[in-house]
């Protein structure tokens, strides 16, 4: 490697890169803007040279309208294994991917090798469609069930980021999420009801207390997101989407810290700590960064929320 380059093995030809940079505020974003137009991806080919990226940062024949899990979707099952089959050609499987592999190759599906639905028998395919279907339906319903409800809460439980041989569980996520942390680097418990199971709605005034002994365990920093019912983040006047604990919050006298989760301001006193819902149905996320180990082993639990009109 050149000299000042660290290097990172990957196991596939593809790598994601999601960079993260710390902000504590708006008052932070100039400088983090100025950090962020100083980053550059360069090959390794072209190291120490003069390079420029190429001029579009996609390939144009990628459909990047329709959402992915929507071309999966309408994706006939044929399509579906011809993609895997050129995927396994770029990227070969892990070695303890050898038992999925054996299977695949029942099918005629070898990897590093295209694969020709055309040879196989009408019946063959047939049934390559329907098992595609009760995926798909298999796939949406445990993608609604990631991880265990507690006090309200979604709680990812493992494997998370890494899964192993575990392709349900890694199909679940990238349903919805496409990727997923470490556990041990963050753990995003999301909440799509109240303290009696009722649906979060911003008809309604709710209130997310966390005691001073029950504030997140976190090693990091943690932060609550609002949502509105199809997972966008909601417009507010304020341009406020969350809340955490770098933001000026009012904490009550006994160290504790009451949230307002509603869609009108709790008035001037409350402003601090309120998160401003949609007129209709929501959910919010909790982000918990570097959690400690009560929250990996989940004897820490994030406290219901409750309605109080």
């Known amino acids: 490697m050149p000299a000042g380059v660290k290097k990172l093995p990957s196991p596939t030809n593809t790598v994601w890169i999601i960079g993260r940079t710390l902000t504590r ?7 983090v803007h100025a950090i962020q137009a100083q980053y550059t ?3 390794l080919s072209a190291w120490g040279k003069q390079y420029s990226p190429p001029a579009g940062p996609v390939d ?9 899990v929507q071309q999966v979707a309408k994706m006939a099952a044929a399509t579906f294994f011809q993609t895997l089959a050129k995927s396994m050609k770029n990227d070969r499987p892990a070695p303890a ?10 099918l005629g599906m070898m990897a590093g090798k295209d694969f020709d639905p055309a040879k196989l028998e009408p019946a063959m395919i047939k049934t390559l469609e329907a098992g595609a279907k ?34 349900e569980q890694r199909a679940a996520i990238a349903f919805f999420g496409l990727g997923a942390n470490l556990r041990e680097d963050a753990v995003y418990p999301t909440a799509y009801s109240d303290q009696e199971d009722q649906p979060l709605t911003g008809k309604r ?7 001073k002994e029950q504030l997140p365990p976190v090693k990091a920093f943690w932060s609550l997101t609002m949502y509105d019912q199809d997972s966008f983040l909601v417009p507010n ?10 933001d000026p919050l009012k904490y009550n006298a006994d160290g504790s810290l009451d949230l307002y989760l509603q869609h009108q301001s709790p008035g001037p006193e409350k402003e601090a700590n309120w998160l401003p819902a ?8 909790l982000r918990l960064y570097w959690p400690e180990k009560a929250i990996l082993d989940g004897t820490w639990m994030p406290p219901p929320i409750k309605r109080v009109d």
Not at 237 to 246: I, M
């Open 25 to 31: 505020g708006q008052a932070d974003y100039a400088a």
């Open 41 to 43: 991806l360069t090959p």
């Open 60 to 68: 144009p024949s990628v459909d990047m309208k329709t959402a992915p």
């Open 97 to 106: 991917d050898a038992l999925a592999v054996k299977r695949l190759a029942a």
């Open 134 to 167: 009760q995926a798909q339906k298999r796939i949406e319903a445990k993608a609604l069930k990631i991880g265990a409800m507690k006090n309200g809460w979604q709680i990812p439980e493992p494997p998370m980021g890494t899964y192993g041989t575990d392709y």
């Open 205 to 211: 005034h709710y209130v997310l207390h966390f005691a």
């Open 237 to 246: 006047p304020g341009g406020r989407y969350g809340l955490g604990d770098r």
């Open 278 to 285: 949609p007129p209709d149905d929501f959910n919010v996320t």
